[in-house]
């Protein structure tokens, strides 16, 4: 399922994700969808350990790396988020990128 019905029931995909993760807890794109739905819902402290879990599982990931960043950009952590950029070679331009896409996430539609 993934987060292909997020846009139309985005607390039924999170239940839905969450199930999954239950089951298969070091499934790095169930962690990293589970992570994102919460943090497009505003729910940022529950989505920190799924984004942060998923990185772990898979440190050469670049979507969870991606979202961990925007997640704490999102959450005001800048020094944090340059830390993990850092620590993963991502580039100013690529940082610049996700902060674009981070603005683009809070403003309203």
Do not use: C, W
């Amino acid at each position: 399922m993934r987060l292909l019905y997020a846009g139309r029931d985005l607390n039924g995909a999170v239940q839905h994700l969450r199930l999954a993760v239950q089951r298969r807890p070091t499934d790095v794109l169930f962690r990293n969808d589970l992570g994102y739905a919460l943090m497009v819902s505003g729910r940022y402290k529950e989505a920190l350990p799924e984004l942060a879990t998923a990185v772990e599982l898979d440190q050469t990931g670049q979507l969870s790396r991606n979202n961990l960043i925007m997640l704490l950009l999102l959450t005001k952590d800048e020094a944090r988020a340059r830390q993990v950029a850092r620590d993963s070679g991502v580039s100013d331009d690529e940082l610049a990128g996700l902060r674009r896409k981070t603005q683009s996430m809070t403003k309203p539609r």
